[in-house]
């Protein structure tokens, strides 16, 4: 009879190793190997049957049509790419206690009112949950609940259900290893059983997903690469706004944002958040800029506020929050090479109003005007905004959709708007309601917003 043996698996990367080791080789962590026990393979099985499966021509495929669902959260909606897709899984990952569980059970309610929704409450009991619907003022006669952590136990109540939620998966596990729940092996096992459920039978599912210390899904890349979609739902649990956004969607863009709000009746969708990104002193002190950035189909216009201050060690530090630390420290660069502006000797502080996420290149010229101006001690006019892409010699590239933003610009009340000089032929239209300022080189946009 074939023995039992055990392998350790890494709980941040996933990688394997046959014996216990204090450090990662694949990820570099310490103390994150785990030991897990493989079952042996069942004998007197025989070869596997062949499934007959035949390649088919692209051209003899037919084409799958299904109708998107609304969840009844506009936002969410906007983010998913136009509304719940049959048969697809989607993973919200989120810091406790930011209001997960909240979201998916006004959504639950929501697709209750006409099909049956399941919600396996994992971490909660049954009455928990009845509890915050009583909160929240939710009611609907086709929402099931189920205290339950066995995925095998879990499956011949998905009979009948279109939607079904698993809060959270690392809470749930299956018989099939002998690990412990929230292993990296269990969340696997479980995560690629419920997909093979979802295609088959073309049930959705919403699954939570707890983050680690680093703000990373648990159970690293092993979760997000079975999900059809990936949100995380990010936001300060002081704070009454929150954002939704989009890292993975097989059926829509990963630009998409929704900013929610949380309210004593749940989460409401913030839909005018024209100003939620921007001060209200802003132009009084210097190192403030604004630039309009697009998200997904959206032109949000963000404010970029700096620090400069001198290092008080050999090495100065570079501290981007919003903004990708690699994109600040090659901007900074180009500050002293190109410009003049020594910022060697100087620490850099950087954040995006809101707490929402810049990645486009449209905002490094705003990420440069923001720290000429901290290190210049001259406030930005409060009424100028701008936008561009800025190279490695000091020039102003072109960006897309500059009309769009113009126009964005204008509908918030800017005077005035520095542009990159290709985008001024698109532009031109609005020459009449704004005052446009378009440039060609970093050193160029310097004198137009900071003249002294």
């Known amino acids: 009879m074939a023995k039992s043996t055990s392998q350790f698996i890494c709980n941040e990367c996933g990688a394997t190793s046959p014996k216990w080791l204090g450090r990662c080789p694949s990820c570099g962590k310490f103390n994150t190997m785990i030991e897990e026990t493989i079952a042996p393979a069942k004998s007197g099985i025989g070869l596997r049957a062949s499934s007959n499966k035949k390649p088919v021509p692209l051209s003899e495929v037919e084409r799958e049509k299904f109708e998107r669902k609304r969840s009844g959260l506009d936002e969410l909606d906007a983010v998913l790419g136009g509304g719940i897709v049959p048969g697809s899984l989607v993973l919200i990952g989120g810091d406790p206690g930011i209001g997960k569980s909240t979201l998916l059970t006004q ?23 009845k509890l915050r619907c009583d909160r929240l003022g939710l009611n609907a006669a086709h929402f099931y609940l189920l205290n339950e ?57 919403f699954i939570v997903g707890h983050v680690t210390k680093e703000g990373a899904l648990a159970g690293p890349k092993v979760l ?15 704070d009454n706004f929150r954002l939704l956004r989009s890292v993975k969607n097989r059926f829509g863009s990963v630009q998409e944002i929704g900013v929610f709000e949380m309210t004593e009746k749940g989460l409401v969708g913030v839909k005018d958040y024209a100003g939620l990104f921007l001060s209200d002193k802003r132009g009084e002190a210097a190192g403030c800029v604004v630039t309009p950035s697009e998200t997904g189909n959206k032109i949000v216009m963000v404010e970029l506020q700096t620090l400069i201050a001198k290092t008080a060690f050999g090495l100065p530090r570079r501290m981007p929050l919003g903004i990708d630390m690699n994109k600040l420290i090659v901007l900074t660069a180009v500050l002293e090479k190109r410009c003049g502006i020594p910022l060697f000797n100087q620490d850099v502080y950087i954040n995006a109003m809101g707490g929402i996420k810049l990645t486009e290149p449209s905002i490094d010229l705003a990420v440069c005007l923001a720290l000429a101006s901290a290190f210049k001690g001259i406030p930005i006019d409060a009424q100028t905004a701008v936008f ?52 060609s080189s970093l050193w160029q946009a310097i004198k137009a917003v900071l003249p002294e």
């Open 107 to 129: 959504v639950a309610s929501n697709l209750a009112q006409t099909e049956k929704v399941l919600y396996v409450c994992a971490e909660e009991s049954c009455s928990q949950v």
């Open 149 to 205: 952590t066995c995925l095998e136990d879990v499956e011949p109540s998905l009979a009948g259900a279109r939607y079904v939620i698993i809060d959270s998966v690392q809470a749930v596990y299956t018989d099939a290893l002998s690990s412990a729940a929230g292993s990296v092996g269990q969340i696997r096992e479980c995560a690629a059983k419920l997909m093979r459920i979802a295609k088959a039978q073309g049930i959705t599912f």
């Open 224 to 238: 997000e690469h079975v999900m059809d979609t990936v949100l995380y739902f990010e936001g300060e649990r002081e």
């Open 388 to 439: 561009g892409e800025t190279g490695l010699t000091g020039e102003i590239r072109g960006v897309s959709n500059a009309d769009r933003r113009v126009n964005e610009c204008i509908k918030m009340g800017f005077k005035r708007v520095v542009i990159p000089y290709k985008n001024k032929p698109s532009c031109e239209k609005y020459k009449g309601q704004i005052e446009i300022v378009a440039v």
